[in-house]
Structures are given as C-alpha cells and as structure tokens.
C-alpha cells in the first residue's frame, strides 16, 4: 500500500511538474512558443526590466540595425525607469506584460494574479504604448489560476522555443551566446534573452544574433507581428 501511494505521488508529482514547467501548452486559454511557417521570420524577445543604466546597450543596436523587438517588462522596474519605456515605444517596439514583480505565478490566489497582471499594464499604458500587449508569465511558470485569468481575460501567453540560459550564467561569453541562440533558430521562432541588470555577455550577443540571422535571410518581427 505505501509503495503505491509512493508511486502516484511520483506521478502526480512529475505530471504537475510537467504542467508548470512545459513552455508550449497550458491548462486554459491560448499560447505560443513559435510559429509554423516556411517563411524566415523570427521574433527577438527581451525579458524583464527595463533598466535605464543599460537602455544605450540594448536600444541603441536595435535602432542601428533597425530591427523591431519585443520587450517583456516588469510593471516595478517600468515604473522606475520611465526614460527607457518612453525610448522603446519610440523606437516602435512592441511591449508585453511580464507581471508587476516577478514573483513565481505558480501557486498564487486569483487576486494575486489579477494584481500582478493588472497592475503592470496600467503603467505600461500610462507610459503612452497603445500596441498589443500579451503576456509572459516569470520563468515561463504557470499552473491553474494564471491561465484562468489569462483565459478569462482573452489574453495571449508568449513563451519561447530558443533561449541558452542567459539567466543564470550558462553562457560563458557573448560569442558563445550568439553561436547556440543561432544554432537553434527555425523560421518562426522566438528567442528569448534577458539583457538588463548589467548583464554585458547578453548585451554583447544581441548585434552578432542579429547580423548572422540577417545574413541567413532572416527577417525580424515583433511578436504581434509574428502571430498574425
Ligand atoms: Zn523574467
């Protein structure tokens, strides 16, 4: 008897594990990891943020390159960095709710989720982005109220199909950054990185990404775009 409830605890375990963790299905509602499409259309997504001491790093090699991004940002770090809000939506960007405090959305009262959420798209609005505005939970982590909500509330949620770890120090040079996000890339994909709070190794692979995509014929898009 004990060994089987040690068994369907393993199981129900792994499967709920699973539920929060896979990055192309949720329980309720739509979501995306990357589009089916012949075409080399890619979308360049940036989580977190933003942070004004590296708006020049990020901003600039987009405007230079003329490529339009996605920007997932937390609606404290919104609030705070005002100056960077206003350069992204200037630049034509796209802007995307990445919850108020990146907290874990996993185990989280409906309330909660709907302060996170709603919270964060009153300063992304009051910042003057009148674009579409879908959502990305933290660590791409969701298990029954977020989607619920996301359901309810007919929003979208964006994840990834290319993404090396940035976060957590995988990638030990910019070079090495570039060479795995580019050997991954398909047409349609979205790639993840997180380049703010200093993270230079990021910074450094956003132009060599880029120009080496482009070389490849790939075209870049927001994520909207990308979808439609
Ligand atoms: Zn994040």
Same mark, same amino acid.
């Given at each position: 008897?004990?060994?089987?409830? @040690? ?9 709920? &594990? ?26 360049? =997504?940036?989580?977190?943020? *933003? !942070? ?19 920007? $997932?940002?937390?609606? &404290? ?17 796209? @802007?995307? +709710? ?30 003057? $982005?009148?674009?579409? %505005? ?6 791409? &982590?969701?298990?029954? !109220? %977020?989607?619920?909500? %996301?359901?309810?509330?007919?929003? %979208?949620?964006? !994840?990834?199909?290319?993404? $090396? ?5 995988? *990638?030990?040079?910019?070079? +090495?950054?570039?060479?795995? =996000? ?7 994909? @979205? ?9 230079? =190794? !990021? ?23 990308? @979808?439609?």
């Amino acid at each position: 008897m004990g060994s089987i409830l @040690i068994v369907i605890a393993l199981v129900v375990g792994y499967g709920t &594990k699973r539920v929060i963790q896979t990055r192309s299905w949720q329980i309720t509602g739509d979501l995306v990891s990357r589009v089916e499409t012949d075409e080399r259309v890619v979308a360049l =997504t940036f989580d977190d943020g *933003p !942070t004004d001491a590296d708006a020049d790093a990020v901003l600039d090699v987009l405007a230079d390159r003329n490529v339009p991004a996605t920007f $997932y940002v937390n609606g &404290k770090d919104a609030e705070q960095n005002s100056s960077t809000m206003q350069r992204i939506i200037a630049g034509g960007h796209e @802007i995307g +709710n990445h919850t108020w405090s990146h907290r874990s959305m996993v185990f989280v009262s409906p309330s909660t989720v709907a302060d996170e959420i709603e919270s964060t798209d009153e300063v992304i609005r009051e910042a003057g $982005y009148d674009g579409p %505005l879908t959502f990305r939970p933290p660590h791409g &982590k969701k298990l029954i !109220t %977020l989607p619920m909500y %996301l359901a309810e509330h007919d929003r %979208l949620t964006v !994840t990834w199909d290319v993404a $090396y770890e940035d976060w957590s120090g995988k *990638p030990q040079s910019s070079q +090495n950054l570039t060479d795995a =996000t580019v050997e991954d890339i398909r047409p349609g994909s @979205i790639i993840l990185l997180h380049p703010w709070f200093g993270r230079t =190794t !990021t910074q450094g692979a956003i132009g060599p990404v880029i120009d080496q995509l482009q070389e490849q014929g790939y075209r870049f898009v927001t994520v909207s775009e990308l @979808i439609r």
